[in-house]
């Protein structure tokens, strides 16, 4: 499995599914480059369990988002 600088998972057309953990997405969606998500990309189109792995990987980036925000709202509004 190729890396790019940023230890992100860099896809490869000979790549299979099982290479694209939800530990290598992860780190792709959080430090990966251009070329990495292009290539992320592609393989989830290619390939419907990886697209499946992506759409977890995005929901568990998505409620971390809102809890973070709720959590920096109720300390700038100061409610207990």
């Known amino acids: 499995m190729a890396q ?12 299979t599914h099982q290479q694209f953990t939800l530990a290598a997405i992860d780190d792709m969606i959080a430090r990966g480059k ?6 992320l990309r592609r393989a989830a189109l290619a390939e419907r369990v990886v697209m499946e792995k992506v759409q977890h990987s995005l929901q568990a980036v998505i409620s971390a988002s809102i809890e973070r925000a709720i959590f920096i709202f109720d300390q700038i509004i100061g409610t207990d």
Request: no cysteine.
């Open 34 to 39: 251009q070329q990495g998500w292009a290539g």
């Open 4 to 15: 790019n600088g940023y230890n992100a998972v860099v896809y490869h057309h000979h790549l």
